[in-house]
C-alpha cells in the first residue's frame, strides 16, 4: 500500500499558564515568560521583545479585562521553523475589546495611559483580538525574528 508520509518539521513549543488577575499575576507573567523564552533557546532580541509584550497585553488584562475571581492565561507557542513567536493573553471581559489607535489624530502631549497597545503595534509583526469562549477574550501578538542576512 503507497501511503502518504506526514511530513515532520520542527515541533513547537507552547506554554500556558494561569495567573491572578492582580498586578503581581502581571508581573509573573512576564517572569514566568522570560524564563520559559530563555529554557526554549529564543534570541535576545526576540525575548525582549517578547517581554515587553506580555508585560503590556498582561497590564491590559488585569486593569481593563478583570473579573473579580477570575484569572488571565498567558500562552506563549514558538515555532522554530519560522522564527515566530505567538503571545496571547486571554481575559474574562469580552465586553471590551481593544481598537487600534487612529494614526490621524494629534496625540496628547502629557498622556497619564494608553500606549500600551501602540507599543505592542510597534514591537509585534502583527497583534489582533479574537472571543474567548464563554465570554472573554484574547488578545493575541505575533513576532519574529529578524533576518540576519550573512
Known sequence: ?????????????????????????????????????????????????????????????????????????????LDPAADRLRVEVSDARGDLRPLPRPTDTAPDPLPTGGRGLTLVAALADHWDTVPYPPSGKTVRAVLSAPVIEA
Open 1 to 77: 500500500m503507497n501511503h502518504a508520509i506526514p511530513r515532520v518539521g520542527t515541533p513547537t513549543a507552547t506554554f500556558t499558564q494561569l495567573l491572578s488577575s492582580t498586578r503581581r499575576g502581571a508581573r509573573l507573567a512576564r517572569l514566568l515568560a522570560v524564563t520559559e523564552l530563555h529554557t526554549w533557546g529564543v534570541p535576545q532580541d526576540l525575548t525582549e521583545r517578547a517581554e515587553l509584550v506580555v508585560a503590556e497585553l498582561a497590564a491590559n488584562a488585569v486593569l481593563h479585562g478583570r473579573v473579580p475571581g477570575r484569572c488571565f492565561r498567558l500562552t506563549l507557542v
